[in-house]
């Protein structure tokens, strides 16, 4: 059977995972992904704005100690652990320099008023991108995960990504920037199971996973310490005026990466109604506040466009997802060149993507398979 490497986080997916391509025949490689997390000063003082290049830091120490959501020295232990119940070899990569690219990504769009999707920049840059070179370098053929998504295949026999069984769980979002000629190398085991029947299977193999909780925190930095590593990395916070859309300044906020687009709470308003971020500028620290019905959710235009199926030049009615935790919504989008789209949701406000916010992914599926998507830039 063709040797498989598998990216072995120490959680229950991808020990399952494991444990299938084993029971499948596969010679499983086992690699657990190291990587630092950013050391940060108590605190960063604000540094106003500017529409030069954002600064970034040089890359600080890093402290391989604490628990960071996923990739933690405990976790690697869990992997070892089943690594060994599985009986395949683990190998742990250090990938701190790669890392240290996504953090760089992670503040720069946070400091443009950007909302950044880190977990797809992993995917395409190292899961499925890293760690085919370590997968050529020892001769194997494909790269495993335990997202939850399927591999299918279309009429013609090319792959295709589609949802996830389990729709509440359903992870397919976040790889839609894998490019489409690696889908044939991706092996994605878990993908047609419920999270009920991984657990079950774990425990079946009396995997010390089985009943590990989920991760829930980015990996590189641990919950609510996201604007103070944004702040770090930028040289301070950039803070500023909260005012509505005519200009009147309502009050003062500590800085931009505090806020995403549509969000409510975290204002600290008191103007006797609620009011949500409809804008971000960036320019000049502002946050821009508004009613509920002025924050944008009707048209986007996304670029950067990864396309895992050939869609054309004339627009096309899809589901499009705007935010890894809301469902899709009906849109007719329209190709704008071969890296570029928009989009115009036509389900009305029973239908809606949610909040459009500037740096999260556009994805647009064929009813569960996915087509492409983009970043949306406004």
């Known amino acids: 059977m063709p040797r498989v490497v598998v990216a072995m ?15 499948a025949g596969y010679d499983c490689v086992g690699v657990f992904m190291r990587h630092g997390r950013p050391a940060m ?19 600080a120490q ?54 950044p999707n880190p977990c797809v920049r992993c995917n395409s840059w190292i899961k499925f991108g890293r760690l ?29 990504l589609s949802r996830g069984l389990d729709a509440t769980r359903d992870q397919s979002y976040v790889l839609f920037d894998v490019p489409s000629a690696r889908l044939g190398r991706m092996l994605l085991p878990v993908g047609g199971m419920s999270k009920d029947a991984v657990r079950s299977r774990a425990a079946a193999l009396g995997l010390v996973t ?43 906020h500590p800085g931009i990466e505090h806020f995403t687009v549509g969000q409510r ?5 008191a103007v006797g109604r609620p009011l949500y971020v409809v804008r971000i500028d960036a320019d000049t620290c502002r946050i821009v506040v508004g009613d509920r019905e002025e924050v944008p959710d ?15 030049d004339e627009p096309f009615e899809c589901l499009v997802q705007c935010r890894a935790q809301r469902g899709p919504a009906p849109a007719v989008v329209t190709p704008l060149g071969p890296d570029r789209f928009s989009a115009r949701f036509t389900g009305g406000p029973d239908q809606s993507p949610g909040p459009i916010s500037p740096g999260q992914p556009a994805v647009c599926y064929a009813g569960d398979r996915l087509l492409g998507g983009g970043w949306i830039e406004g």
């Open 9 to 23: 986080s120490g959680g229950v997916d991808s020990s399952v995972a494991a444990s299938l391509l084993v029971e």
């Open 41 to 59: 000063p108590p605190a960063t003082q604000p540094v106003g704005c500017s529409s030069d290049p954002l600064p970034i830091l040089p890359s």
């Open 62 to 115: 890093v402290d391989r100690g604490g628990h960071q959501g996923c990739c933690s020295v405990a976790d690697a232990l869990d992997a070892r652990r089943v690594a060994d119940r599985l009986g395949i070899p683990l190998f742990a990569l250090d990938l701190t320099d790669d890392f240290t690219q996504i953090i760089d990504y992670f503040a720069t769009e946070y400091g443009r008023g950007r909302t």
């Open 132 to 160: 085919f070179d370590h997968a050529d370098a020892i001769g194997a053929t494909h790269v495993a995960t335990g997202h939850y998504a399927q591999l299918t295949q279309s009429a013609t026999g090319q792959p295709q």
């Open 210 to 252: 089985a009943d590990k909780p989920d991760s829930q925190e980015i990996c590189f930095v641990a919950s609510g310490e996201h604007a103070q590593l944004v702040g770090h990395r930028l040289g301070g916070s950039r803070a500023g005026e909260i005012v509505t859309r005519d200009g009147s300044v309502l009050g003062q």
């Open 265 to 269: 709470h975290g204002l600290k308003l």
């Open 298 to 312: 009707t048209d986007l235009v996304a670029g950067e466009a990864t396309w895992l199926e050939p869609v054309g």
